[in-house]
């Protein structure tokens, strides 16, 4: 089974407007990323948090961690078309293991 | 850089073929992963190595599955007889190989339809 879970599956919204996802996970980890993926292309990093961090900023994009409840959240402000892509959170959930397991993403419309 | 590389990136086969995927890292980086895209799934790791070596293949989903890395530079993943059930986006990822941190780098992933 998937460790992250991404809430909604998908999102659609309008240009300008904000757009927040949800991810959800099982077990402790070490660190959190999201990643983007347009139509038919790989997977991009946009930002890592770690598990000691609650909150991050890169850009447009902003990250929250609660480790209690075992969630982040993606936000994006001021959404643009050209953002309109997948959007996946990803865990690294064993210690020295390096595996990176992803949840089944958020696919996200942005509305001109 | 050329970033991460795989070929082919669309291939066709017949049940009962082979296929080999390939995948040449970011050079610098010492751990590749293989990864399976399915709108069904999702993202499923199959795979990983760390300088060369295979870590963890329990994500490999049978025998007719196998990876290699002769090298720093090169990877394959063979499916040998292919299957419909195969069909799906193969990712190959690379990294440094910094204990728990690191972002992965994807290359374009490799369609394959098996009829």
């Known amino acids: 089974s998937q460790q992250g879970e991404e809430d909604p599956q998908a999102l659609s919204i309008q240009e300008g407007e904000n757009a927040t996802m949800n991810c959800s996970y099982k077990?402790?980890?070490?660190?959190l990323q999201w990643y983007r993926q347009n139509s038919g292309r790989g997977l991009v990093h946009l930002i890592l948090?770690?598990?000691?961090?609650r909150e991050k900023h890169s850009g447009r994009l902003r990250v929250t961690l609660d480790t209690s409840k075992k969630s982040s959240s993606l936000l994006i402000t001021a959404s643009r078309a050209a953002d309109t892509a997948s959007y996946f959170c990803?865990?690294?959930?064993?210690?020295?293991?390096?595996?990176?397991?992803f949840g089944q993403g958020t696919r996200l419309t942005i509305n001109p | 850089d050329a970033g991460v590389i795989q070929s082919p990136r669309h291939e066709v086969t017949e049940m009962g073929q082979e296929v080999t995927l390939r995948c040449k890292p970011i050079?610098?980086?010492?751990?590749l992963f293989w990864y399976r895209q399915t709108m069904m799934r999702g993202l499923e790791l199959l795979i990983y190595?760390?300088?060369?070596?295979?870590?963890?293949d329990s994500g490999m989903p049978e025998d007719r599955f196998s990876a290699k890395m002769p090298n720093a530079s090169f990877s394959t993943l063979k499916i040998q007889p292919s299957e419909p059930r195969d069909s799906a986006v193969y990712f190959c990822?690379?990294?440094?190989?910094?204990?728990?941190?690191?972002?992965?780098?994807f290359g374009e992933g490799s369609r394959l339809t098996v009829l």
């Open positions: 190595f760390n300088n060369n070596v295979p870590i963890d």
């Open positions: 990803a865990t690294t959930i064993i210690q020295g293991a390096q595996k990176l397991v």
């Open positions: 077990t402790s980890i070490n660190n």
């Open positions: 050079s610098g980086h010492n751990s």
């Open positions: 948090i770690r598990s000691n961090e």
């Open positions: 990822a690379s990294r440094t190989g910094l204990a728990n941190t690191g972002e992965l780098f």
